[in-house]
């Protein structure tokens, strides 16, 4: 049985960082990103990356500010947070897809196991 965990998520005043995290449970050889739902919002993608770490996409709204990465040692997905703005509230979830072709899943229906979330609440 694959679990995701998230953790990292908090307040934070707008400009500021968080660093959230993933641990995952089982094999480490999944495509994995991350993704967010704001109040009245449909979820949407921020980040993904490979399973090798190779490949990384980012929504155009968090490049430049937002950088995901990954230990497969510890079987953990990471997203580094900078420069964070009041729209940027959401809860953010991780991802998960049995994967080894390399490629970078960015949507919601590509992804097989789902963390609960955390919050990150940016305020003005």
């Known amino acids: 049985q694959v679990q995701l965990v998230e953790s990292g998520g908090g307040l934070v005043q707008a400009g500021g960082s968080l660093r959230l995290s993933c641990a995952a449970s089982?094999?480490?050889?999944?495509?994995m990103g991350w993704f967010r739902q704001a109040p009245g919002k449909e979820r949407e993608f921020v980040a993904g990356i490979s399973w090798s770490g190779f490949r990384t996409d980012y929504a155009d709204s968090v490049k430049g500010r937002f950088t995901i990465s990954r230990d497969n040692a510890k079987n953990t997905l990471y997203l580094q947070m900078n420069s964070l703005k009041p729209e940027d509230t959401a809860v953010y979830a991780c991802?998960?897809?049995?994967?080894?072709?390399?490629?970078?899943?960015?949507?919601?229906?590509?992804?097989?196991?789902w963390g609960q979330g955390t919050q990150v609440t940016v305020s003005s």
């Open positions: 089982g094999r480490t050889s999944y495509a």
């Open positions: 991802a998960a897809k049995w994967d080894l072709s390399g490629k970078v899943p960015t949507k919601t229906t590509e992804y097989d196991y």
